[in-house]
Structures are given as structure tokens and as C-alpha cells.
């Protein structure tokens, strides 16, 4: 089975970092793209940053702090966060998309806590 573990969470003082790992594996299919999500309380999940062959894309509240990046042949995905504000606090989950098929994974996801 297909299974994505994130780590890397945490609690973080404003203004601090933290960098997030998606370790992918059962992995059998061409990946189309990996990404990162987050979910708040009372929110809707939103995507906070992708990265594929096509290329990167990034929300517009995180751009400019977050960075990206990908270990291809070992189907991981890394996000660095900088520059951390409370607002960021959510799950993060990690989420691939199947280049044939289209569908979509999804890990379990990990607690990031900003204080002020």
C-alpha cells in the first residue's frame, strides 16, 4: 500500500523555523506531484506548496518563507519554513498525485504550533 509519513512538527516560538519530511513509500506509479497541505480548526485545507515536473507553486502566504524540495528517487518531500508566524499553526499533511491515474494520497499529518 501506498503510505506517506510526515515529520518534522512541532512547536515554535514567531519568527522561528521548522523543516517538515514526507517519506513516501509503496510506491509503484509515476508521481506526478508532491505537495504539502494544511488544515487550521473551522478552516478549509489549503495548499501551501507543490512541486513537480512542470515546476513549483506556492500559496501567496507563504511565499517568500517556505521552501520546497524533493528527493526524487526516494519519493521524499521537504518543506522549510522560516520566518514562522501564529497564523501558520495547522496540520501539515503531505499529499501525492498519481501521473496516470490522477488520484490522490495522502499522509497522516503533522501538528505545527506557532506561539507569539
Known amino acids: 500500500q501506498v503510505q506517506l509519513v510526515e515529520s518534522g512538527g512541532g512547536l515554535v516560538q514567531a519568527g522561528g523555523s521548522l523543516r517538515l519530511s514526507c517519506a513516501a513509500s509503496g510506491i509503484t506509479f509515476r508521481i506526478d506531484v508532491m505537495g504539502w497541505f494544511r488544515q487550521a480548526p473551522g478552516k478549509q485545507r489549503e495548499l501551501v506548496a507543490s512541486?513537480?515536473?512542470?515546476?513549483?507553486q506556492y500559496a501567496d502566504f507563504v511565499k517568500g518563507r517556505f521552501t520546497i524540495s524533493r528527493a526524487t528517487a526516494r519519493n521524499t518531500v521537504y518543506l522549510q519554513m522560516n520566518s514562522l508566524k501564529p497564523e501558520d499553526t495547522a496540520v501539515y499533511y503531505c499529499n501525492v498525485r498519481g501521473a496516470s491515474s490522477g488520484d490522490m494520497y495522502w499522509g497522516q499529518g503533522t501538528q505545527v504550533t506557532v506561539s507569539s
Open positions: 512541486i513537480g515536473s512542470v515546476g513549483t
